[in-house]
């Protein structure tokens, strides 16, 4: 009898132990996948990764080949006249779409090259958007990328537009000074990038890892110059 249930308690011993053994088998298969699917996860990432890195190189290439190489360089920028009227918003899309933004003068020095280059490019045209606003906060004008704005150019009396102006204008019969203007009012624009210096860091952090020879060459092929 006591060997009988001597059997029987080693059977219920190696049957636990056969599932003690099963589940710590089953519990490493688990962390098992799960290391795998992150490693795939991980690989999936860095493809990402590496895919926006082309598409953003892509897009620099673009704006050289677009705004760049078709317009002018002034101040290591460069400028490209738009060929027809928009309001702010589509003049400003149009832009991005060449690789661009609205033109943003800086300073007194791209005022007037500004002047020279739209009188050239834009005969006869009065006036035209530049990518300022206040349309976030009545009086707190940002570039196009939500940037503050620390140099502004206005004429006498502006802005006086109020809430229902907040888009700028560049005014060619008062030297360069600035209005607003209402938002959905159809105007000329300029397109601008800037390049040189900056974009060349931009495309070395941003190309593909790519054989050095080839890094080079596009460098070469499309910097303003």
């Given at each position: 009898m006591a060997k009988s249930g001597l059997v029987v308690c080693l059977l219920v011993i190696s049957l636990l132990l056969d599932q003690a053994s099963s589940h710590s088998s089953r519990l490493k298969s688990r962390k098992h996948s799960k290391r795998r699917v992150k490693e795939k996860d991980g690989d999936l990432k860095s493809q990402v990764e590496k895919l926006w890195r082309e598409v953003n190189a892509l897009k620099e290439m673009q704006a050289l080949q677009t705004v760049c190489l078709r317009g002018t360089k002034v101040h290591r920028k460069c400028y490209l006249a738009s060929e027809g009227l928009k309001h702010f918003h589509e003049a400003n899309e149009d832009c991005i779409?060449?690789?661009?933004?609205?033109?943003?003068?800086?300073?007194?020095?791209?005022?007037?090259?500004?002047?020279?280059?739209?009188?050239?490019?834009?005969?006869?045209?009065?006036?035209?958007?530049?990518?300022?606003?206040?349309?976030?906060?009545?009086?707190?004008?940002?570039?196009?990328?939500?940037?503050?704005?620390?140099?502004?150019?206005?004429?006498?009396?502006?802005?006086?537009?109020?809430?229902?102006?907040?888009?700028?204008?560049?005014?060619?019969?008062?030297?360069?000074?600035?209005?607003?203007?209402?938002?959905?009012?159809?105007?000329?624009?300029?397109?601008?990038?800037?390049?040189?210096?900056?974009?060349?860091?931009?495309?070395?952090?941003?190309?593909?890892?790519?054989?050095?020879?080839?890094?080079?060459?596009?460098?070469?092929?499309y910097t303003c110059q």
């Open positions: 779409s060449k690789g661009g933004t609205l033109v943003v003068p800086r300073n007194s020095d791209e005022i007037n090259a500004l002047r020279d280059y739209a009188k050239r490019s834009l005969p006869g045209v009065n006036d035209f958007w530049v990518g300022i606003n206040d349309m976030a906060t009545e009086g707190k004008f940002l570039d196009v990328n939500g940037m503050a704005v620390s140099f502004l150019n206005w004429d006498r009396a502006q802005p006086n537009g109020g809430k229902r102006e907040n888009c700028v204008l560049f005014s060619q019969s008062a030297q360069g000074k600035w209005s607003d203007e209402i938002c959905r009012t159809s105007k000329k624009y300029i397109s601008f990038r800037e390049f040189l210096s900056q974009i060349k860091q931009q495309q070395q952090e941003k190309l593909p890892q790519t054989p050095q020879k080839q890094k080079l060459k596009l460098m070469k092929l």
